[in-house]
């Protein structure tokens, strides 16, 4: 016997009621609850259970050996590769290439691993018009246009594949549930059936999803709960550098990246991403930091400009760096160098609008106002790194070494950090030359000493 049921979903955050609120009583959005119906299998269903507990020490502790994507940046913000029986979600915009990557990447497999690539989105024809755009080679690749869920539960079971693709989850519909493709409850049961099979047949599946107008991934909260990693590809319309950020996984290190250009014939993996966010050129207001997204040192510009402001309230405008960061820097460089910047505008941008979270940048900031105040470039082939404290102290950096590792690789002549502990400097002798500083002035001085 089954029955019918009417619930009410905030589509949301994914909270049910009983009734129907013009208000989610969970995330005080308006108008964003909707009625839902879906069938109740009986509760006294007999349940098989063909499992049994077994010791934790009896459990295998052999190495997962994972499989690579295809792309080495791709591998990297997965943690060295796909793991076996593992669920990727990957979002972001409409138009930004995520299509375009896993179809790349489903090719690249394909030559040593089979793969099966869903898709519910577009037709046969459709796919592969873009798989001639791309010009890729496969040899165990197929490819199935279907949104019923069951009928794509028995066709992963019926392929057997060791990578399956969903583009996109959305557009699922487990026949079972009244509601729309894309709704809360049809995207969490769809994702749930499929995560279920992937630890059953020990099938790695890549999840292709949606996002909302404000960039976070659509669906219900508990998507980015059940899946292995949360893959964020990021990019604009303008600029055609893409970045792939790795915001949760179990496999690996998070806040990991993978830097790719979009050109005309698809995507291609970036293998010196300092380049592109750098300038050889040394003129007033640009520096250079290095940063770390994950385990990736960076090197990055920081440039500022500084003006003589008209308005009663200086303007301070940043691209790439937290505005609340550039007001403490502002407010240490003017309290423990002397100059009086509340009478000026000051605006900061880092190279190719990169978002810097590491504070060891605040350096490279503070150098990059005082360069473009008073128009003297900074000292030539040189990286700042290191965090100001409200004291006007520069603070030690984590991962020093990798840093000017970097440095080195990058031919940079002169690197200003934090005074250092052990041999670490010893280490680098004849391939860099290091300046210790201890404060902001010491840094001014050496590197604005014209």
């Given at each position: 016997m089954s029955s019918k049921l009417s619930t009410f979903i905030c589509q949301n955050c994914g909270t049910e009621t009983s009734q129907y609120f013009g208000k989610c009583l969970?995330?005080?959005?308006?108008?964003?609850?909707?009625?839902?119906?879906?069938?109740e299998r009986s509760k006294h269903q007999d349940i098989k259970n063909n499992k049994k507990s077994i010791p934790f020490d009896k459990i295998s502790s052999k190495k997962i050996s994972r499989f690579s994507s295809g792309f080495r940046e791709f591998d990297r913000?997965?943690?060295?590769?796909?793991?076996?029986?593992?669920?990727?979600?990957?979002?972001?915009?409409?138009?930004?290439?995520?299509?375009?990557?896993?179809?790349q990447s489903a090719g690249k497999i394909s030559l040593n691993e089979k793969v099966l690539y869903i898709t519910a989105e577009e037709s046969l024809e459709q796919v592969k018009?873009?798989?001639?755009?791309?010009?890729?080679?496969?040899?165990?690749?197929?490819?199935?246009?279907?949104?019923?869920?069951?009928?794509?539960?028995?066709?992963?079971?019926?392929?057997?594949?060791?990578?399956?693709?969903?583009?996109?989850?959305?557009?699922?519909?487990?026949?079972?549930?009244?509601?729309?493709p894309g709704s809360v409850s049809q995207v969490r049961a769809c994702s749930s059936e499929?995560?279920?099979?992937?630890?059953?047949?020990?099938?790695?599946?890549?999840?292709?999803?949606?996002?909302?107008?404000?960039?976070?991934?659509?669906?219900?909260?508990?998507?980015?709960h059940l899946v292995d990693t949360v893959i964020n590809f990021e990019g604009d319309n303008i600029s055609s550098h893409r970045l792939l950020r790795s915001i949760k996984n179990r496999f690996g290190s998070t806040f990991e990246i993978g830097i790719f250009e979009m050109l005309e014939e698809g995507l291609r993996e970036i293998k010196n991403p300092s380049s592109i966010f750098t300038n050889k050129e040394n003129i007033s207001g640009v520096t250079t930091t290095i940063t770390n997204e994950g385990t990736r040192p960076l090197a990055v510009d920081i440039q500022a400009?500084?003006?003589?402001?008209?308005?009663?309230?200086?303007?301070?405008?940043?691209?790439?760096?937290?505005?609340?960061?550039l007001h403490q820097i502002l407010a240490v460089v003017e309290k423990h160098v002397g100059v009086k910047?509340?009478?000026?505008?000051?605006?900061?941008?880092?190279?190719?609008?990169?978002?810097?979270?590491?504070?060891?940048?605040?350096?490279?900031?503070?150098?990059?106002?005082?360069?473009?105040?008073?128009?003297?470039?900074?000292?030539?082939?040189?990286?700042?790194?290191?965090?100001?404290?409200?004291?006007?102290?520069?603070?030690?950096?984590?991962?020093l070494r990798t840093k000017i590792e970097e440095a080195v690789r990058l031919g940079?002549?002169?690197?200003?950090?934090?005074?250092?502990?052990?041999?670490?400097?010893?280490?680098?002798?004849?391939?860099?030359?290091?300046?210790?500083?201890?404060?902001?002035?010491?840094?001014?001085?050496?590197?604005l000493s014209k």
């Open positions: 969970n995330c005080n959005s308006w108008n964003s609850i909707v009625e839902e119906i879906k069938s913000v997965l943690g060295g590769g796909i793991v076996p029986g593992s669920v990727v979600l990957l979002g972001g915009e409409p138009g930004i290439g995520k299509s375009t990557i896993v179809l018009i873009r798989w001639e755009r791309l010009n890729q080679k496969s040899i165990d690749l197929q490819i199935f246009a279907e949104t019923n869920l069951f009928l794509i539960l028995e066709e992963i079971k019926r392929v057997n594949p060791s990578f399956a693709i969903i583009d996109s989850i959305q557009a699922i519909h487990n026949h079972e549930m009244e509601s729309s499929l995560q279920i099979l992937a630890k059953d047949y020990n099938v790695s599946l890549l999840l292709i999803g949606h996002v909302t107008k404000d960039g976070s991934l659509a669906g219900p909260k508990t998507l980015e400009l500084v003006n003589k402001t008209f308005y009663s309230n200086p303007r301070r405008t940043t691209t790439g760096i937290s505005i609340n960061r910047l509340s009478e000026f505008d000051c605006y900061i941008a880092t190279g190719g609008g990169f978002e810097i979270n590491d504070p060891s940048s605040d350096l490279g900031v503070a150098i990059s106002i005082l360069s473009s105040l008073k128009n003297i470039p900074p000292l030539a082939s040189t990286s700042f790194i290191g965090e100001l404290g409200l004291s006007g102290q520069v603070r030690k950096s984590n991962n940079i002549k002169n690197i200003v950090v934090p005074k250092l502990e052990g041999e670490l400097n010893n280490n680098f002798q004849n391939l860099i030359n290091i300046k210790e500083i201890s404060n902001i002035k010491e840094a001014v001085d050496y590197a």
